[in-house]
């Protein structure tokens, strides 16, 4: 096992200095025409690097994965859709930066889960009797609100996030998604 991972680390490097556009031979620099130049081969190799440094440190299981993961470098790559935005859409955001390999998907579902376990939403019925995630007196100073928006001529509210909502909710993933 120890032969293994030190194969897969010296893989890693020779995969690394080829992204970095050196020759993982002489260390030379390879030449800008070459076909190992190209962005998708880089991205590629720089990919396949974080795979094998996952797999050194153990971060694959042989399963499905159960839980939510989410690195610094990851939460700092998050980019959100500007103004405000639901939950589905938060969650869509921090999923094009995560591991699926490692992590399991965010979902709206879970999110507004968690925010309601934390006591920033609530649950309310509506006139049909259903169940709906709201907010209440503590949510706006989260940054959670309600904004009426209309889908095929019916209307209805929806929890929206604004600025100071995506933030908490990023700072606080971890603990959303638990």
Same mark, same amino acid.
């Given at each position: 096992? !120890?032969?293994?991972?030190?194969?897969?680390?010296?893989?890693? %490097?020779?995969?690394?200095?080829?992204?970095?556009?050196?020759?993982?031979?002489?260390?030379?620099?390879?030449?800008?025409?070459?076909?190992?130049?190209?962005?998708?081969? !880089?991205?590629?190799?720089?990919?396949?690097?974080?795979?094998?440094?996952?797999?050194?440190?153990?971060?694959?299981?042989?399963?499905?994965?159960?839980?939510?993961?989410?690195?610094?470098?990851?939460?700092?790559?998050?980019?959100?859709?500007?103004?405000?935005?639901?939950?589905?859409?938060? %969650?869509?955001?921090?999923?094009?930066?995560?591991?699926?390999?490692?992590?399991?998907? %965010?979902?709206?579902?879970?999110?507004?889960?968690?925010?309601?376990?934390?006591?920033?939403?609530?649950? %309310?019925?509506?006139?049909?009797?259903?169940?709906?995630?709201?907010?209440?007196?503590?949510?706006?100073?989260?940054?959670?609100?309600?904004?009426?928006?209309?889908?095929?001529?019916?209307?209805?509210?929806?929890?929206?996030?604004?600025?100071?909502?995506?933030?908490? !909710?990023?700072?606080? !993933?971890?603990?959303?998604?638990?």
């Amino acid at each position: 096992m !120890i032969y293994d991972i030190e194969k897969i680390e010296k893989a890693k %490097a020779v995969l690394q200095s080829i992204a970095n556009g050196k020759d993982p031979i002489n260390g030379e620099i390879i030449e800008e025409d070459n076909f190992v130049n190209d962005p998708r081969l !880089i991205r590629m190799f720089y990919f396949v690097s974080e795979v094998l440094d996952n797999v050194i440190k153990g971060n694959y299981s042989k399963g499905k994965v159960s839980e939510f993961v989410i690195t610094a470098e990851q939460k700092n790559d998050v980019v959100f859709t500007e103004g405000n935005i639901g939950v589905n859409e938060i %969650a869509k955001c921090i999923n094009q930066q995560i591991n699926p390999l490692i992590s399991k998907k %965010a979902t709206g579902m879970a999110i507004n889960k968690g925010l309601k376990r934390l006591g920033i939403l609530s649950e %309310a019925m509506d006139d049909l009797g259903k169940k709906r995630t709201t907010t209440n007196e503590k949510s706006i100073d989260y940054g959670f609100q309600l904004e009426k928006r209309n889908y095929n001529g019916v209307e209805y509210y929806m929890v929206v996030i604004d600025d100071k909502g995506k933030k908490y !909710i990023l700072d606080n !993933i971890e603990e959303i998604m638990k």
